[in-house]
């Protein structure tokens, strides 16, 4: 059975938390001081500051790789990257009817960097290592001027422009061994390059900044000093700081009014310097390296954004930073929302497992496992406990409240814990590794004790659902098969086969049917009883379907997957009610809260979404 898409209502999107932080300057601050723009995955995000509201751009078929701002705040402009041997999207966006002003197409694979000129008139726009080359489009007319190779043969890859603050016909563009002023002739469309002469000093330049007056050009350099290079003379004035460099590279620039400069550096250092003698005037250190810096208003407050995906507000005066959005930097790998309350939900990934609130898009508590990854977790029934399987092999159990370790569970599967699932009683866990094998772990008031070692599956088990009456369970493999175990006896009661790679498995509420998924992009239903196959809807055209969770009530189930859509179903009538369209990655996971309100789907990408489920529940 198939469902046809096509004009089906779309699912309400609440709330987003997620920020790619590893995009160079890909935070910004509008010019109306209200709102923060920034990027994730293939969606642009517009946030108010104040209440939080946010606005989405979609339009890239592929990650966002930079971001511009006019002066006016009349548009954005956002580049992307595509495979290779396709042209890349530059977008403008026309910021009051947040709709697309412009879609241009000339850059191969990349675009590397975007600027606008100063009367809105112009975007410089630079192509990836796979182009190379620079782009002049009239804003209005929507065409190119002209273009240019970005640097001379003799010198390495451009990295940056940036257009000056004065001139519509002046940019600037720097990279590896190469620091350009460029004219714009208009008269006969062309574009003419001056070298910035800077002797026997060899850099490479990650970000560009122009002093108000345009008199001097600031380089960030992957060395970690900065070079101040006269604009009209094209010539090096001074390079410092001279003996304490920025660790990891100077990667972000701000010029403030008063002429000082902002410096972010590779190893999190946010730093006030003076721009005449490079002296540090102030300092704070923040989790990773910042990518992005922004101005609010005069520069009185900052916005500075780090490879953490991780937004923090700095004040000129106090110089304290305040953490104000965090989110996951690597792929969500599982989500899991307790039993019986529909305020909290908590993910994992890379390193660490997060606690949110649903209505407030705020991490309520952070979990850290360094150079680990969480690749399940699971709340117990009672509330007490949250546990964890990971890539080292071991469960781990922890407080939902203070986060603190509780329990572990060492070398529970050789090749790493793939999945995990809590009984009733709160007395056992059922684990899977990647190597198949399903274990069962009776937990004691200060110890643990291994029940019992079930193998049947041939490659990992991806999946583990345990009936309510705790004494049978379910699990997935990407062998293709599930298998229903006799959780008292410790046997295999049945197999159930499918020509696929199987991804989640899931109970109806009444448990005589489960229902399946993978990557034959089919979502097949099961006869608990028998296991024999009674339905099978072809749910994607496109990609492996990687998550399944079923209502309360089983009369709606959500699936997503690899074609990024967040689909609701009907069960009975086996149709998509809805269609959630705004993960940029591969969906990764997808929930249902308790009281069937709120539907929470992570993705590749690192976004959690939160959506406002369509069905209320029965009554």
Known sequence: MTCDTHDIPQLELETVIGFNGRVCAGLRVHPDREHLIYPLGCTVIVKNIKDGKQDFLH?????????????????????????MGFKADIIIWDYAQKAIHARQQLHKAKVEALSFSPNDTYLVSLGGQDDGSIVVWDVETKQAICGSPASAQSSGLCFTVQYSNTNDNVFVSAGSGTLRVWELDLVNRKIRPTECQTGKLK??????????????????TLTGDIMKVNMKKGLLNACG???????????????????DLLVGSGDGLFTLCSATNFKTLNEVQLEKGVTSIALRGEGQQFYV????????????????????????????????IPFGTSELFATCSTDDIRLWHVNKPKEVLRIIIPNMTCNALDFMVDGHSIISGWNDGKIR???????????????AHRQGVSAIAGTRDCRRIISGGEEGEVRVW?????????????????????????KSDDRECVTSSSD???????????????????????RTVCYHPEEFHIITCGTDRKIGYWDVSEGWPIRELEASKSGAINAVHITQDGKY???????????????MEGCVTHVGVAHSGSITSVKICMNSRTLVSTSADGAILRWKFPHPPSS
């Open 305 to 336: 954004g780090t490879e953490a995906a991780q937004i923090y507000r700095i004040g000129y005066d106090d110089f304290k930073a305040e953490l104000i959005s965090t989110s996951h930097s690597c792929a969500v790998k599982d989500v899991a």
């Open 442 to 466: 009776e937990l004691l008031p200060s110890s643990h004790r291994l029940v019992e070692v079930m193998k049947q599956h041939k490659a990992a088990v991806t999946c583990i659902h345990v």
């Open 397 to 411: 159990i922890f407080g939902p409240e203070s986060g603190r370790l509780m329990h572990i569970i060492n070398n």
């Open 557 to 571: 189930f959500v699936s997503g997957g690899d074609d990024r859509l967040v689909k609701v179903w009907d069960y």
């Open 59 to 83: 339009g890239h078929t592929n990650n966002v790789s930079c971001i511009a701002v006019s002066k006016s705040g009349r548009y954005i402009a956002t580049g992307q990257v595509n495979f």
């Open 480 to 502: 293709g098969s599930c298998i229903f175990w006799d959780l008292v006896q410790f046997v295999s009661i049945k197999m159930v086969l499918a020509n696929t790679m199987c």
């Open 241 to 259: 700081p001279v003996k304490k460099k920025y660790r990891l590279g100077a990667n972000a620039l701000k010029i403030l009014k008063s002429g």
């Open 203 to 220: 850099r490479t330049v990650k970000c560009v900044e122009i002093s108000h007056d345009d008199e001097f050009i600031f380089c960030g």
